[in-house]
């Protein structure tokens, strides 16, 4: 199965601040590379899809870059709603593991 | 409109067991894989199992391996979860999704193993 590794665990910023998490996987996936964004209570919501592809709806302060092992998600400048847990998850090949994740506070 | 239902989350007791299942519409079911997440209180997502459009190929987190087994009735547009000798670190959410669409899940089903 491949890995994917975050980091980091957790940040705290403040509002307007750009917030970088990497993503790390264990093999080459390309760039079938997805990021979510969870907050309680709610089902995962899609970001960003083949790593830089902005999902419908999604604010554009959201951007993805990396292809291979190295991703990277940034917010631009950072908002009160953008509070959540964001994941990374690979979806080259079954199993579509996640990361373990990183919690973004303010 | 693309749609997945859970259902059959509850409360079992240690070694008890549970079936989880997911009722899909809005798209042509069994040409595309489905899959089971869960996430446990203040834990990260974690992919569970997964089967194949025809159900040939399945794929089993090594935490439920042996315990659960997923299945689907491409009948009845449904995936189900049986899940037996539950742990209390089985409490979580489970969520249902497809290979359909990344940005397609279910509204999930809580499921509570404890005594």
């Known amino acids: 199965d491949i890995q994917m590794t975050q980091s980091p665990s957790s940040l705290s910023a403040s509002v307007g601040d750009r917030v970088t998490i990497t993503c790390r996987a264990s093999q080459g996936i390309s760039n079938y590379l997805a990021w979510f964004q969870k907050k309680p209570g709610k089902a995962p919501k899609l970001l960003l899809y083949?790593?830089?592809t902005l999902q419908s709806g999604v604010p554009s302060r959201f951007s993805g870059s990396g292809s291979g092992t190295d991703f990277t998600l940034t917010i631009s400048s950072l908002q009160p709603e953008d509070v959540a847990t964001y994941y990374c998850?690979?979806?080259?090949?079954?199993?579509?593991?996640f990361g373990q994740g990183t919690k973004v506070e303010i | 409109e693309v749609q997945l239902l859970e259902s059959g989350g509850g409360l079992v007791q240690p070694g008890g067991s549970l079936r989880l299942s997911c009722a899909a519409s809005?798209?042509?079911?069994?040409?595309?894989?489905m899959s089971w997440v869960r996430q446990a209180p203040e834990k990260g997502l974690e992919w569970v199992s997964t089967?194949?459009?025809?159900?040939?190929?399945?794929y089993y987190a090594d935490s439920v391996k042996g315990r659960f087994t997923i299945s689907r009735d491409n009948s009845k547009n449904t995936v189900y979860l049986q899940m037996e000798s539950l742990r209390a670190e089985d409490t979580a959410v489970y969520y249902c999704?497809?290979?359909?669409?990344?940005?397609?899940w279910g509204q999930g089903t809580t499921v509570t193993v404890s005594s």
């Open positions: 999704t497809t290979h359909y669409g990344l940005d397609v």
């Open positions: 089967i194949s459009g025809p159900g040939a190929t399945t």
């Open positions: 809005g798209f042509t079911f069994s040409s595309f894989a």
């Open positions: 998850q690979n979806y080259h090949s079954d199993p579509r593991t």
């Open positions: 083949v790593a830089s």
